[in-house]
């Protein structure tokens, strides 16, 4: 579970691990990802503003 500042602009400003999968690649990994995500900022009326959300990331593993 990762915790996201999220600007006005959708952009992930800052990132946090907020509840570890118990192995530092992973998170390492959702991280990365998530830096690259964009998001729908949350609004007040129809005003777009900064908040936090908590994102959970699952990884599931296939073989090729």
Do not use: Q
């Not at 952009?11 to 995500?37: E, F, K």
């Not at 998001?39 to 073989?63: D, I, K, Q, W």
């Amino acid at each position: 579970m990762l915790r996201v500042s999220v600007g006005a602009d959708g952009m992930p400003h800052d990132i946090s691990v907020a509840v570890s999968s118990g192995y530092p690649m992973l998170d390492s990994a959702a991280l990365s990802a998530v830096r690259d995500w964009r998001f729908v900022p949350a609004t007040r009326g129809n005003t777009p503003v900064p908040a936090v959300a908590e994102v959970p990331v699952r990884f599931r593993l296939e073989n090729p």
